[in-house]
């Protein structure tokens, strides 16, 4: 059937009118102001988006600009064709205006509604945003949680109206089964949600004193025994959640189809063809012969089958109306076909309503008739009459084979259970039927006592060989559960209730009520899990084992409970909800990061517990390491906008851990699995250097201006980024000494990261309180401009062998200028950096000061074990133990006495092709201690840069130590107390200065030999050989006799120029 593109049911407007008219009994909303209606923005719908119109609402990183305006472009055709869409999204979000407006702004980036033609994922996809949105607004206190229950109610139906009721026939029959199969069990969800709000959400309320009359009537008793007694309470909301149900599903089919139960032409329960019959004076004893309501009885016989069959019609909808907990509508109904003795029999005592409610004592108001009646005959004697009338009414109509539906309304009236539950082929018309017939009784029980004499707590039957078996038959009491557990295993006997009801007990919503009612939350969480929780032998937990629409109904039922239940009752439970909780809630945010629903992940991995809201972003943004700087950003988002920055007290997650664990988790090795030559060992570890720079870009991204704090957290940021950017380069710098016309990918990716951050003013840096802000931002610039240095030596390798591939005579003018320019460069910029005033890393005042005790220093480095041909050695115990000894003898015997030099060499446990090195000495004075005038890492740094420059004595000769990760700490007492940076970049100043200078050398000799003199070797050489810039005890044995080869051919490419251009003079002359 098609459907109106905008049904009543989604109508913005008609929001109220299920809490005002259901069952035909107010349902008051628990808020006294509607969040529908007030002007606040949720978080979800404001802050989770990138832009608010065409307004950024941050400083963004360019490479973000550029890539969303690229999704602009592609994006264009696809936000012309949304704008005719008729979706569920287009009504659901419409009807829950939390920031709709920003919503709808923000479509450009973030859309609300995904462009494929699969409706199916069209109606999750709008569920899952529905539902994340309407929680954030209570979590921010915008909306009461009993008010978001009833919202959660109502998205399940109007999903599923739209499911079922809008479909355009596009589907395939399978696809079409699956869909109804899919609104069914939303239509569950919904019916689950009402029970909770009933037995949670719906507030005690109190009985008006202004309507009470003195003394009390029957009616008024039994609302204050119900108001008191536990047992009762629960059954009258049991009831009206039922009736609910039943009565939103008549309203369902008169919006559907336009009409309703009970739509008869006037008089239509009059037996017109038996009064036919009878005028015609035909006799047939089967035939009744007088045409009162009483006839059948008195004379045993039945109208005629034309009418019999509309008598049970007319019945079965009187049914369906009781059933719904329309008492006045199915009384109209009787009136209006002309049986208005029938509507006196359903509602007796002039019309009053005795359901045991306030809402009816406010119905019926003051008036004196039932207590006037009381007072003559005594509290409750009517209802017991009417009650044993209709009893006995149900039993004579089954006796003598009468209607089936007129049997079972005047069962429902008499807590006839052998009569009623036949007629009950569903679960919920059964549950109803017992709950509403052991409510009855217990009342009976309640009003057959003195009114001062009722014993508080009495269980259901305790007095039944009292005053109440004078009033009312054994058999009726028999019928009844003892309990609510008995009520509740009824349903589950085949042989008390139908087949299908006993079936039904075993749907998951089913349980799930059953659960609810029983208020065993701690079973109720089990199961959820258990449905979702991903198969023993499957250890992905992205592919949970249950339904999406089910994981998503547990981690909101989880948060409900969260905030609703009282503290009593949230004690009793609180392991459960916290522990088995937790597992629901991070299952969902992992299907929602699944599914790309990044920017809906933040509002439930707040609500866990800090270890696993820690662990589930450190996940998300090791996965989402390499996609793009868009989806990257929705994730930095999640974390700025739903976490603290930092947190003192420990107890909750914060940003601030989460990025910390990143980081470090950045730099541990990989376990890796090599199938190629052992020569490519080395380049896969180095290629992992990218992965490392990648995380950097965490740090570079711009918080939103709207979060409290802006310039500092952004300050704080970039001061991490920088700290942990230095640790970076010093093991980049490590790994990327070879001298090849490839740049190293990581240190510049680092540059790019940070360039433009690096923008600000340094004076914000400068003013946080952070320790070694300025040391780390002077670090970084000595990093950036020996990148810079070593870029420039790239490209004129580069040159030089595009120019070596070439014979002499074909190389142009043009190519030798550009390679002559290119050394000439490299030669300035290397030696600015080398003559500079203050020495390059410096580390002179990086040690500690007038300690207590003794400290220690240790070095850790993770290393692979390279061959001079390049391949990479795989280690074994034998090489372990060999190295150990090798690192021991490139330090003297005094050294290792008494520094207390400790070394530990071990295959490493994440990857089998390298080593772990552990160096520990005692920290003295001008090495760990004090002024480090030496700048070159001390006893640590000299014996792990024997290593890297493959210079070990007692070790296999050539072979080095490819290092991929180092750190360096200060102990005492086997405490970490901080980093000893002053190792490592005494290391990098051992291995890269040296190395700057030779590959120096290496562009003078190119020089020389093409007869340019500026080479400037006169300096190189007395840089090294002055005592002023301590660059001699830097080099290696090796390296000076490299230093020393290339100064000699240098030297002879010289004077073999200075000869020929001597011989051309003297040609000249």
Same mark, same amino acid.
């Given at each position: ?701 711009? *918080? !939103? $201006?709207? /979060?409290?704090?802006? +310039?500092?957290?952004? #300050? ?6 920088? =700290? ?82 070439? *014979? !002499? $005579?074909? /190389?142009?003018?043009? +190519?030798?200028?550009? #390679? ?6 490299? =030669? ?94 005692? #920290? ?6 004090? =002024? ?138």
């Amino acid at each position: 059937m098609e459907m109106d593109t905008s049904p009543i049911y989604f109508d913005p407007q008609d929001l109220s009118s299920r809490e005002q008219y259901r069952r035909y009994r107010k349902r008051q909303s628990t808020s006294n102001v509607s969040p529908i209606a007030g002007q606040s923005v949720s978080k979800f719908s404001e802050a989770r988006l990138l832009y608010e119109g065409n307004n950024i609402q941050r400083r963004p990183n360019t490479a973000l600009v550029l890539e969303e305006i690229k999704q602009e472009v592609d994006n264009f055709d696809a936000d012309a064709s949304w704008k005719r869409r008729t979706s569920i999204d287009s009504h659901v979000v419409s009807e829950f205006k939390f920031g709709s407006d920003s919503i709808r702004q923000g479509t450009h980036s973030l859309k609300l509604i995904k462009n494929e033609d699969d409706g199916l994922g069209e109606s999750g996809d709008s569920t899952f945003r529905l539902f994340a949105s309407l929680l954030d607004s209570a979590l921010q206190g915008l909306m009461p949680f009993p008010d978001l229950i009833l919202h959660f109610e109502k998205a399940c139906r109007s999903v599923s109206e739209s499911i079922r009721y809008g479909s355009t026939g596009r589907h395939r029959v399978v696809e079409d089964r699956f869909m109804q199969q899919k609104a069914r069990l939303l239509l569950d969800e919904a019916a689950s949600w009402s029970l909770l709000w009933y037995l949670f959400g719906k507030g005690n309320e109190e009985l008006p004193r202004k309507l009470l009359l003195s003394p009390p009537t029957s009616h008024q008793r039994a609302c204050q025994f119900v108001m008191m007694d536990h047992t009762a309470q629960l059954c009258v909301r049991i009831i009206l959640w039922l009736e609910g149900l039943a009565s939103e599903s008549l309203d369902l089919a008169k919006r559907v189809r336009g009409s309703h139960v009970g739509s008869y032409f006037p008089s239509s329960g009059v037996w017109i063809h038996t009064q036919r019959f009878l005028k015609n004076k035909r006799d047939d004893p089967a035939i009744v012969h007088h045409v009162d309501f009483d006839a059948p009885t008195r004379e045993v016989a039945q109208p005629i089958l034309d009418d019999k069959k509309q008598d049970e019609s007319l019945l079965e909808d009187i049914w369906t109306l009781l059933r719904a907990g329309r008492l006045e509508e199915a009384c109209e109904l009787c009136r209006s076909a002309g049986q208005p003795w029938r509507a006196a029999s359903l509602c007796p005592f002039g019309g009053l309503d005795h359901f045991p409610s306030v809402e009816a004592m406010h119905k019926n108001g003051n008036t004196r008739q039932l207590q006037a009646t009381e007072l003559e005959s005594g509290i409750g004697h009517q209802w017991r009459l009417w009650r044993w009338a209709s009893y006995c009414a149900s039993e004579k109509i089954a006796e003598q084979d009468g209607g089936r539906y007129e049997m079972a309304v005047y069962a429902a009236q008499s807590s006839n259970l052998r009569r009623l539950l036949p007629i009950c082929t569903d679960w919920e018309s059964a549950c109803w039927a017992m709950a509403k017939s052991w409510l009855d009784v217990q009342v009976d029980i309640e009003l057959s006592q003195p009114q001062q004499g009722r014993v508080e707590g009495k269980q259901f039957g305790d007095d039944v060989n009292g005053s109440t078996v004078e009033n009312w038959p054994y058999h009726v009491f028999d019928q009844q559960p003892r309990d609510l557990p008995a009520l509740l295993q009824k349903l589950h006997s085949s042989e008390v209730v139908n087949e299908t009801v006993s079936r039904a007990c075993k749907e998951q919503h089913r349980q799930i009520e059953i659960n609810l009612m029983l208020g065993d939350i701690g079973h109720l969480l089990e199961l959820l899990w258990a449905w979702i929780s991903p198969a023993e032998d499957d250890q992905n937990i992205l592919r949970p084992n249950g339904d999406p629409e089910l994981i998503r109904f547990g981690a909101h039922v989880v948060l409900v409970l969260r905030n609703l239940l009282d503290d009593d009752m949230k004690e009793a439970f609180k392991e459960k909800l916290m522990v088995v909780g937790d597992l629901i809630l991070h299952m969902y945010a992992m299907f929602l990061f699944s599914k790309q629903h990044e920017e809906l992940v933040g509002i439930y991995a707040s609500q866990l517990a800090r270890h696993l809201c820690v662990d589930l972003f450190v996940q998300m943004m090791e996965l989402r390491l390499n996609s793009s700087v868009h989806v990257k950003y929705k994730i930095f988002l999640l974390g700025m906008e739903y976490l603290p920055f930092s947190s003192e007290d420990g107890s909750k997650a914060c940003f601030e851990e989460i990025i910390e664990k990143v980081l470090s988790r950045s730099r541990e090795t990989k376990p890796n699995k090599y199938d190629g030559k052992l020569s490519d060992v080395v380049e896969q570890l180095r290629l992992q250097s990218l992965q490392k720079a990648t995380v950097i870009q965490w740090l570079c991204f711009s *918080p !939103p $201006s709207t /979060i409290e704090n802006f +310039e500092i957290i952004n #300050a704080k940021l970039l001061t991490r980024a920088l =700290l942990h950017s230095n640790i970076l380069f010093r093991e980049f710098a490590l790994i990327s000494l070879s001298r090849v016309p490839k740049l190293p990918i990581g240190p510049h990716m680092l540059l790019s990261f940070l360039a433009e951050p690096l923008k600000q003013p340094e004076e914000t840096l400068l003013s946080l309180e952070e320790d070694d802000v300025s040391e780390n931002l002077e670090e970084f610039k000595d990093w950036r401009e020996y990148y810079a240095c070593d870029a420039t030596y790239r490209n004129w390798l580069k040159f030089e062998l595009e120019n070596g591939a070439i *014979p !002499p $005579s074909e /190389i142009s003018s043009e +190519e030798k200028d550009r #390679a002559i320019a290119a050394a000439v460069e490299t =030669l300035n910029t290397s030696l600015s950096l080398l003559l500079r005033g203050t020495p390059w890393l410096n580390a002179a005042h990086s040690t500690m000061h007038d300690p207590t005790g003794n400290v220690y220093i240790e070095l850790h480095a993770t290393a692979m074990l390279c061959l001079p041909s390049g391949e990479c050695m795989i280690p074994d115990a034998t090489s372990c133990t060999t190295l150990t000894s090798a690192l021991y003898s490139s330090v003297s015997d005094d050294d290792v006495v008494n520094r207390e030099l400790r070394v530990n060499v071990a295959i490493s446990s994440n990857d089998n092709y390298c080593v772990e090195i552990v160096l520990r000495c005692l #920290a003295v004075d001008g090495d760990g201690l004090g =002024l480090h005038e030496a700048n070159d890492g001390g006893l640590l740094a000299t014996i792990i840069a024997a290593g890297f420059k493959g210079e070990l004595n007692r070790f296999q000769p050539g072979v080095r130590m490819e290092i991929f990760r180092l750190d360096a700490w200060y102990f005492k007492e086997d405490v970490l107390i901080s980093p000893a940076n002053y190792i490592v970049k005494g290391l990098n100043r051992r291995c890269c200065l040296p190395e700057i200078i030779l590959r120096c050398m290496q562009v003078s000799v190119s020089l020389a030999e093409t007869g340019n003199l500026k080479d400037h070797r006169d300096a190189l050489v007395e840089l090294v050989a002055s005592s002023e810039y301590g660059i001699l005890h830097l080099f290696s044995h090796r390296q000076l006799q490299e230093f020393l080869l290339i100064e000699r051919e240098c030297s002879l490419f010289t004077m073999e120029y200075e000869e020929e251009l001597s011989v051309i003079n003297s040609q000249q002359e």
